[in-house]
Nanobody
Framework: QVQLVESGGGSVEPGGSLKVTCVVSGSIGGHYCLAWFRQAPGKEREKVASINHDGSVPTYNGPLTGRSTISLMKTTKTLSLQMYRMKPEDSALYYC???????????????????WGRGTQVTVSS
């Protein structure tokens, strides 16, 4: 059984940094893509970044481009998202997701994900 468990959320002041992590347990099998999404109240879930299961081709989407780094520790299957120069509009529930197949086969839709974590709350406020 595949499980994705996020942690590391919390509160940070504008301009600060925060790292969220996701541990993947169970076997997805074959090639797969890991991604971070976020969803703020009243807004659609949006893709933030993705990376292949072998750690290749980190890709960024949306407002956190240039202010975040996605990484994967393959031995422990721990996915991370380090965020920098954070803004109040970055406040959201951050989700870890996985989809079978390489990342280039996954557009921006959350509907294509095969597995989801429960999310971790990130709040940027002074």
């Amino acid at each position: 059984q595949v499980q994705l468990v996020e942690s590391g959320g919390g509160s940070v002041e504008p301009g600060g940094s925060l790292k969220v992590t996701c541990v993947v347990s169970g076997s997805i099998g074959g090639h797969y893509c890991l991604a971070w999404f976020r969803q703020a109240p009243g807004k659609e879930r949006e893709k933030v970044a993705s990376i292949n299961h072998d750690g290749s081709v980190p890709t960024y989407n949306g407002p956190l481009t240039g202010r975040s780094t996605i990484s994967l520790m393959k031995t422990t299957k721990t996915l991370s998202l380090q965020m920098y120069r954070m803004k109040p509009e970055d406040s959201a529930l951050y989700y870890c997701a996985a989809k079978t197949g390489r990342c280039h086969t996954w557009g921006s839709s959350p509907d294509d994900a095969n597995y989801w974590g429960r999310g971790t709350q990130v709040t940027v406020s002074s």
